[in-house]
């Protein structure tokens, strides 16, 4: 498997594998050009970091965060809200009072930052394709992604993942070194764990 920063030419592969390891996510149901659009969003902004692992030049699995979560959020609204919301249009008519509800917190979310800690890079999404998962493709991505925001002198990794129907995810995380810092609730009383890892 070979590791490497993912370009443009891979936007269309990671939004496959995603739509393969997240199936029935709320951002898998608004579609390939919307998640286009959102990863591309890592490649655009400077703090993005987008790593993908390849065999035989085929996807198997993607990292995508930022090593400055604040900012990330709101330049991607910025310079991207129209599009994100056309993108979204069709989910909406299909069914606009959930869709509107979550897109807009989707749209205006900000990282998420554990409280009383500063700096640290946010991992926003990692998955693996279902042919290869449970072959440490996850773990090689993690452990690329922490290098890079070490490289980017941030001093912990950080991300967010359900607690509830979600144990092998969870412990991945655990088997990797991260924590658990706290835990809240999402909209709609969704249990999250935060974890931390220091790098
Ligand atoms: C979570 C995920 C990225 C882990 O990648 P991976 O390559 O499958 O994991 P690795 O092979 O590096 O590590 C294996 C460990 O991950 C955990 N794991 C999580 N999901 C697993 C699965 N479906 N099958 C096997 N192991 C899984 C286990 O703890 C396993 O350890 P074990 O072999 O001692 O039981 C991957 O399974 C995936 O894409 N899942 C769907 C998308 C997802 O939920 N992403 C995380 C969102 S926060």
């Known amino acids: 498997m070979k590791y490497r920063p993912a370009d443009e030419h891979d936007i269309a592969a990671v ?5 393969a390891a997240f199936p029935g996510f709320f951002l898998t149901s608004l579609g390939s050009r919307f998640l286009d659009e959102m990863y591309r969003g890592f490649l655009l902004h400077s703090s993005g970091i987008f790593l993908v692992a390849e065999e035989e030049g085929q996807i198997m699995g993607f990292a995508a965060g930022t090593s400055a979560p604040t900012s990330f959020f709101s330049d991607l609204r910025r310079r991207r809200f129209l599009s994100f919301l056309c993108y979204a249009f069709p989910a909406l008519l299909r ?7 979550k897109l807009f917190k989707a749209i205006f979310y900000r990282g998420d930052q ?21 072959k440490s493709v ?25 607690e509830v129907g ?5 412990a991945f995380y655990r088997k990797n070194g991260y ?16 974890y931390v890892k220091n790098i």
Do not use: C, W
């Open 114 to 134: 554990p409280a009383g800690l500063n700096g640290g890079a946010l991992l926003s999404s990692i998955g693996v394709s279902p042919a290869v998962v449970g």
């Open 15 to 19: 939004t496959e594998v995603h739509v």
């Open 166 to 170: 979600n144990d092998r995810v969870n």
């Open 179 to 194: 924590v658990i810092e706290s835990r809240f609730n999402q909209h709609a009383g969704r249990a999250m764990f935060r």
């Open 138 to 162: 996850g773990q090689g991505l993690l452990t690329r992604f922490e290098h890079e925001a070490l490289s980017r002198g941030q001093k912990f990794v950080y991300l967010t993942t359900d």
């Open 95 to 101: 069914n606009p009072k959930v869709v509107f509800i």
